[in-house]
């Protein structure tokens, strides 16, 4: 069993940046592919980032490339997104998930999310 909890969030000006932190306990988080989701007032959940296992390898949805950042701290067993220029549209509650299936972008844990606003 995983429990994770974001934490970063909050309100910024466009062209700002934001780092948020997602800690999980229970198992170590390199057992797992890491991700980040985000939802934004009436829209569908979608992917942001995610990290296999290694860390060597990191993907982007392409709205974010380029801007965010998906980190590790093996250490702290939590995961970052480093967020940066952001835009009014990045505006969303922020998810962190774990046990990530690539394919399907099905998680077998989540966080229960931190809430992102950019101003323009």
């Known amino acids: 069993q995983v429990q994770l909890v974001e934490s970063g969030g909050g309100l910024v000006q466009a062209g700002g940046s934001l780092r948020l932190s997602c800690a999980a306990s229970?198992?170590?988080?390199?057992?797992?592919?890491m991700g980040w989701f985000r939802q934004a007032p009436g829209k569908e959940r979608e992917f942001v980032a995610y990290?296999?296992?290694?860390?060597?390898?990191?993907e982007y949805a392409d709205p974010v490339k380029g801007r965010f950042t998906i980190l590790r701290d093996t250490v702290k067993n939590t995961v970052y997104l480093q967020m940066n220029s952001l835009k009014p549209e990045d505006t969303a509650v922020y998810y962190c998930?774990?046990?990530?299936?690539?394919?399907?972008?099905?998680?077998?844990?989540w966080g229960k999310g931190t809430l992102v606003t950019v101003s323009s």
């Open positions: 229970g198992r170590t988080f390199s057992s797992y592919v």
């Open positions: 990290m296999d296992r290694s860390g060597r390898i990191r």
């Open positions: 998930a774990a046990a990530l299936n690539i394919a399907t972008m099905r998680a077998d844990y």
